[in-house]
């Protein structure tokens, strides 16, 4: 990934534009132009100056990202820092511009490493991290968070004239922070994707399939961001685990959620390694998966059961898929030889990656969902997922029971009970195993 340059974490103070003096070796700070040193100012002494500056800063600089102005864009940049920050931070424009980047909000600044004590005629740098909030145009109906680590240089008298010497992203970069990032754009999606051109289109067409087959079952689609990164690194960066997180996953959807509150800016991130792995068929398995948790997202205002929620995704990704169930959920199956049959639903906690038994928990609820879709129609399992995230009325002192609400939603959507269903479930399960 080519990240924004990196963070200088220690302070230092560093001769300013009108002195030619060299620092002096007792402080460290660079004698004004004219005369002996002043006495030094105190980081404290100017703090409120330089929040204020930073801010004034930082919101018109990210007023000129929205209006592609990369003259004001880049216009606080210190030239003598590095021959690199400029040419990077150009890159980083012409990307968030091509992405559709806007309604930029600069949320709060924290002073991560105060500046020493300098005297006035001097510069001296200082390290902020700088929290905002932004939305892709015609993608995103909520505003998504992200965070910069920067360098700041300024000197203590003339706090307004503050430069940018360094900028990184803070932990997790965002896609417009990937070198060689190539940007397509339809009504359904946005494919945000390094590589080759076949790579590209092959994302966009296998995105366009994905929402054909969401939308024949759930009714609608959600217009979907998709970020295809080069490495398994850059996957995991972007969606704030660590590699290891991401052992046999070839893609994760991401994005803030408030409970009560639809969804509405989730990004759907390829995990390389994994993704090269599998079949076409499995790839649009995968893709059709994602799509599905993020159209369901947007469309509802509850969580669910695990089980419900990923049964439900792995139920619209097989259903063009002409292979025996039993090959589709051997993984449980050979769970089930092993461990017994299952007497009720999978938990939560069964979907730990930890728990090293995640694809067995798929397949369980892929049957538990194919159970009710046979016994009843995958209509009115679409119904029941809706009444139980969030279209049915549930008592407030049961509103964090996610069980109690499926129950609630099985009885008035389908007539019928946890207790059939698992039985039923179980069959389904010991005919297989014959």
């Given at each position: 990934?080519a990240?924004?340059?990196?963070?200088?974490?220690s302070?230092?103070t560093?001769?300013?534009p009108d002195?030619?003096h060299?620092?002096t070796?007792?402080s460290?700070?660079t004698?004004?132009?004219?005369?002996?040193?002043d006495?030094e100012?105190?980081p404290?002494a100017?703090?409120?100056d330089r929040?204020?500056?930073?801010?004034?800063?930082?919101?018109?600089r990210?007023a000129a990202a929205?209006?592609?102005?990369?003259?004001?864009w880049?216009?606080?940049l210190?030239?003598?820092?590095?021959a690199?920050?400029?040419?990077t931070q150009?890159?980083v424009?012409?990307?968030m511009?091509?992405?559709?980047?806007?309604s930029?909000?600069?949320v709060?600044?924290r002073e991560?490493?105060?500046?020493?004590?300098?005297?006035?005629?001097?510069?001296v740098?200082?390290?902020v991290?700088?929290?905002?909030?932004?939305?892709l145009?015609g993608?995103d109906?909520?505003?998504?968070?992200?965070?910069l680590d920067?360098t700041?240089?300024?000197?203590?008298?003339?706090?307004?004239?503050?430069?940018?010497?360094a900028?990184?992203p803070?932990?997790?970069?965002?896609p417009?922070?990937?070198?060689?990032?190539?940007?397509r754009?339809?009504?359904?999606?946005?494919v945000l994707a390094v590589?080759?051109?076949?790579?590209?289109?092959?994302?966009?067409r296998?995105?366009?399939?994905a929402?054909?087959?969401?939308?024949?079952?759930?009714?609608?689609?959600?217009?979907?961001?998709?970020?295809?990164?080069?490495?398994?690194?850059?996957?995991?960066?972007l969606l704030?685990?660590t590699?290891?997180?991401l052992d046999?996953?070839a893609?994760?959807?991401?994005g803030?959620?408030?409970p009560?509150?639809?969804?509405?800016?989730d990004?759907?991130?390829?995990?390389?390694?994994?993704?090269?792995?599998?079949?076409p068929?499995?790839r649009?398995?995968?893709?059709?998966?994602?799509l599905?948790?993020?159209?369901?997202?947007?469309s509802?205002?509850?969580a669910?059961?695990?089980w419900?929620?990923?049964?439900?995704?792995e139920l619209v990704?097989?259903?063009p898929v002409d292979?025996p169930?039993a090959?589709i959920?051997?993984?449980a199956?050979?769970?089930?030889?092993?461990s017994?049959l299952?007497q009720?639903?999978?938990a939560?906690?069964?979907?730990?990656?930890?728990?090293h038994?995640l694809?067995a928990?798929y397949?369980?609820s892929?049957?538990?969902?194919?159970?009710?879709a046979?016994a009843h129609g995958?209509?009115?399992?679409?119904?029941?997922?809706r009444?139980?995230a969030?279209?049915?009325?549930v008592?407030?002192?049961?509103?964090d029971?996610?069980?109690a609400?499926?129950?609630a939603?099985?009885?008035?959507?389908?007539?019928t009970?946890?207790?059939a269903l698992v039985?039923?479930?179980?069959a389904r399960i010991?005919?297989?195993?014959?």
């Amino acid at each position: 990934m080519a990240a924004l340059l990196a963070l200088t974490v220690s302070a230092c103070t560093t001769p300013g534009p009108d002195s030619g003096h060299p620092a002096t070796a007792a402080s460290g700070v660079t004698s004004p132009s004219g005369g002996g040193a002043d006495a030094e100012v105190a980081p404290e002494a100017w703090a409120a100056d330089r929040q204020r500056a930073v801010t004034v800063l930082l919101r018109a600089r990210f007023a000129a990202a929205e209006r592609s102005d990369e003259s004001g864009w880049l216009a606080p940049l210190e030239r003598a820092s590095s021959a690199a920050l400029r040419p990077t931070q150009a890159g980083v424009l012409d990307r968030m511009t091509r992405m559709g980047v806007e309604s930029i909000r600069l949320v709060g600044v924290r002073e991560t490493t105060a500046p020493v004590p300098a005297a006035r005629g001097t510069t001296v740098e200082w390290d902020v991290r700088a929290s905002l909030t932004y939305r892709l145009r015609g993608f995103d109906a909520r505003p998504r968070s992200f965070d910069l680590d920067l360098t700041f240089k300024a000197d203590p008298g003339r706090p307004a004239a503050l430069a940018i010497t360094a900028s990184a992203p803070s932990e997790r970069p965002q896609p417009w922070d990937l070198a060689g990032l190539v940007v397509r754009r339809s009504d359904t999606a946005l494919v945000l994707a390094v590589g080759d051109d076949d790579r590209v289109q092959e994302v966009v067409r296998r995105a366009r399939t994905a929402a054909s087959r969401v939308a024949s079952v759930w009714g609608e689609v959600r217009p979907a961001v998709w970020i295809a990164p080069a490495t398994d690194a850059d996957a995991a960066r972007l969606l704030g685990r660590t590699t290891g997180d991401l052992d046999g996953v070839a893609a994760a959807t991401d994005g803030p959620l408030t409970p009560g509150e639809r969804a509405g800016a989730d990004r759907i991130v390829l995990v390389p390694g994994a993704w090269a792995s599998l079949r076409p068929d499995g790839r649009d398995v995968v893709m059709t998966h994602e799509l599905t948790h993020v159209t369901v997202r947007a469309s509802t205002t509850r969580a669910v059961p695990v089980w419900l929620s990923e049964g439900f995704a792995e139920l619209v990704a097989y259903e063009p898929v002409d292979l025996p169930e039993a090959t589709i959920v051997a993984p449980a199956l050979e769970r089930v030889r092993a461990s017994g049959l299952p007497q009720a639903l999978p938990a939560d906690a069964d979907f730990d990656p930890g728990t090293h038994a995640l694809a067995a928990a798929y397949g369980l609820s892929l049957l538990a969902l194919r159970t009710l879709a046979d016994a009843h129609g995958t209509q009115a399992v679409v119904r029941l997922y809706r009444a139980a995230a969030g279209g049915l009325d549930v008592p407030t002192s049961r509103l964090d029971d996610r069980e109690a609400a499926v129950d609630a939603a099985l009885r008035s959507t389908t007539g019928t009970t946890r207790a059939a269903l698992v039985r039923d479930w179980q069959a389904r399960i010991r005919d297989l195993l014959r």
